[in-house]
């Protein structure tokens, strides 16, 4: 086990970008797996004859949109952020926040909402965007305010990539929930 995590560890440090995207990637396509299970296979209504399959495709278009735009995006975006503002003081704290909340968020939601439509090849490729990004982002500042809080606060920067795939396996769990619901 100790070899997997040197291993494991060499690759962060050699390749970060790639690793990071990797990682990411399949944690957007275990959420939507997840979230498929629970509501085809698991939490299936009683009065269905039988269970609906798991959609492959699907879940292909959450690992483009979670390698391609979401993991690529995230390194650049915390790469900067705590370039641009090191440390752990109140105010720094508060600012990356602030910047987190106000400026990637959106941006994500926007990449999220919009990507999936492209790739589902959907007529309007906004509507979904435009009916659900407000519940989303109201979810989103309840989810990721505390979690990077307590990201920026107390886990040291060695480990913020695993807490950071725990939190985004929830938050993709979360979003994947979001983009099911009927618009």
Request: with cysteine.
């Amino acid at each position: 086990m100790s070899r997997l995590l040197k291993a494991a560890s060499k690759l962060f440090q050699k390749h970060p970008f790639v690793t990071n995207s990797g990682i990411y990637g399949c944690l957007y396509v275990g959420a939507e797996y997840c979230q498929q299970l629970l509501s085809k296979k698991i939490l299936v209504h009683r009065f269905e004859a039988e269970k609906n399959e798991i959609d492959y495709p699907t879940i292909g278009r959450y690992a483009v949109v979670g390698t391609l735009a979401y993991a690529p995006s995230l390194y650049m975006w915390y790469k900067w952020l705590d370039g641009r503002y090191p440390g752990t003081l109140h105010r720094t704290i508060v600012k990356k926040l602030i910047l987190d909340q106000c400026i990637l968020t959106p941006y994500l939601l926007c990449v999220f909402y919009v990507g999936l439509a492209l790739l589902e090849s959907a007529d309007n490729k906004f509507e979904e965007l435009r009916l659900k990004f407000l519940p989303t982002f109201k979810v989103s500042c309840m989810f990721w305010l505390p979690a990077q809080t307590f990201n920026f606060l107390i886990i040291p920067p060695r480990f913020r990539i695993i807490y950071m795939g725990v939190c985004g396996f929830m938050w993709a769990n979360v979003l994947c929930w979001f983009k099911r619901q009927p618009q």
